[in-house]
């Protein structure tokens, strides 16, 4: 069973130094993420992950190293001004990345996109490398726990996936400790009945994250299958991802996560 606290609020990262929209100023993207994230903390989440989702468009899963040296910073700099649990999610799907900087800031977990099976996505193929992700896990940073997408958003599946075996393959062969599901894009609400099917496929004691779509107003039908929430949109300005965090907005999440049970 997971340490990490159930409810997670997405800090997004403007865009970094070397990609196509970075502004030239790595002190305002840094400003921003601290700004948003104590935000979070001010509204009650009691748990963070760290995105490089200004950064699009991604590379599948090798990030350069100035992607790698900006999120270590930014990683750093939200620990620090909040003092919550925090995770790591290196777009498109560099795990290694994600371990190595929580390895070196003390981040509690990271999400993996494509941890096995491949997924073709608007970056190409991405097969998963679990295999070289927990043995960097086992040699750099054991104790964070990796949380892996099934089936995961901005991505279609190869004919004939079954999604109960990739959910359970996910667990059992790629060793991830939560199975996050989606919807089919950022903000999207993921199909309930997937979902039902990947709980059910999973072991009783692994949390099935809900990694897109959530709201204040369908949290609890969420949470009839899911045990644990990202979420990042829906807190925004104006629900759009790219905005600063709303704290009404967030208040309003916490409160109606705090009706159910999951903060």
């Known amino acids: 069973m997971t ?4 409810l997670v609020g997405m800090v997004h990262l403007s865009a970094l130094p070397g990609s196509p929209r970075f502004g030239g ?12 994230a104590v935000a979070l903390e001010e509204a009650g989440f009691p748990a963070l992950m760290v995105e490089n989702f200004g950064d699009a468009p991604f590379y599948p899963d090798r990030a350069p190293p100035e992607t790698v040296a900006a999120m270590t910073v930014a990683v750093g700099a939200v620990g620090r001004a909040t003092g919550l649990t925090v995770g790591v ?7 290694l990345a994600a371990l190595g900087i929580a390895a070196a800031t003390g981040a509690a977990f990271i999400r993996v996109n494509v941890l096995v099976c491949t997924m073709y996505t ?9 295999a070289e992700v927990q043995r960097s896990r086992a040699r750099l940073a054991p104790e964070v726990e990796v949380w892996a997408d099934v089936m995961v958003k901005h991505a279609t599946a190869p004919s004939g996936t079954d999604p109960r075996l990739a959910a359970l393959d996910t667990v059992e062969r790629g ?3 939560a199975v996050i599901v989606s919807g089919s894009g950022t903000g999207a609400e993921l199909d309930i009945h997937e979902a039902t099917v990947i709980r059910a496929a999973i072991p009783a004691e692994t949390p099935l994250v809900v990694g897109s779509g959530a709201e204040a107003a369908n949290l609890g039908r969420l949470l009839e299958v899911a045990d644990a929430v990202i979420v990042g949109s829906s807190l925004k300005v104006d629900g759009a991802p790219h905005n600063p965090v709303d704290p009404d907005r967030a208040r ?12």
Do not use: C, S, W
């Open 3 to 6: 340490h990490i606290p159930r």
């Open 122 to 130: 608007d970056q190409g193929p991405i097969t998963g490398r679990a």
């Open 175 to 177: 060793l991830a400790d």
């Open 89 to 95: 999610n290196v777009l498109r799907n560099d795990a």
């Open 25 to 36: 100023d790595m002190d305002e993207v840094l400003h921003r993420a601290v700004e948003d």
């Open 252 to 263: 309003q999440f916490v409160a109606a996560a705090r009706e159910h049970g999951l903060a």
